[in-house]
């Protein structure tokens, strides 16, 4: 297990600037729930971003449509607009150099199409935001 220290490191976000890492995945998947601790302790490591887990399963209306063939699937957002969404290699080192090049990018960004900005408006309704 990876300490946060030695995790690539995530550029801070700006107080309000809502950028969003949401993990797709089923309790039943036991990739997922070896991924879990690792997502919790990026997500501890910086918490100007906010991190949310949802099982698609349990939260069917929060993943509507979407058909997630691979676990897990990763929605990334600005806060305004889904950046990323598709499948990424359980590892905390490559979730956090995909959030540091969407930040680095981020002004410039075309999004990542309808199908992951209407999932990201479910999140966001979903979870309070």
Same mark, same amino acid.
């Given at each position: ?58 939260? &069917? ?39 540091? &090049? ?5 002004? &410039? ?21």
């Amino acid at each position: 297990m990876h300490s946060p220290a030695a995790l690539p490191e995530i550029h801070p976000a700006a107080p309000g600037s809502g950028w969003w890492a949401v993990c797709l995945c089923a309790g039943w998947c036991g990739t997922c729930r070896d991924y879990q601790p690792l997502f919790d302790e990026l997500a501890r490591a910086h918490p100007g971003m906010r991190f949310e887990w949802v099982d698609i399963e349990d939260e &069917s209306e929060i993943a509507g449509d979407l058909d997630v063939e691979t676990f897990p699937t990763l929605l990334i957002a600005d806060g305004r607009r889904a950046l990323f969404l598709g499948p990424l290699l359980p590892q905390a080192p490559v979730l956090a150099r995909l959030l540091t &090049s969407l930040q680095a990018g981020a002004p &410039s960004a075309a999004g990542a199409g309808g199908e992951a900005q209407e999932l990201f408006e479910r999140v966001r309704a979903a979870r309070g935001a």
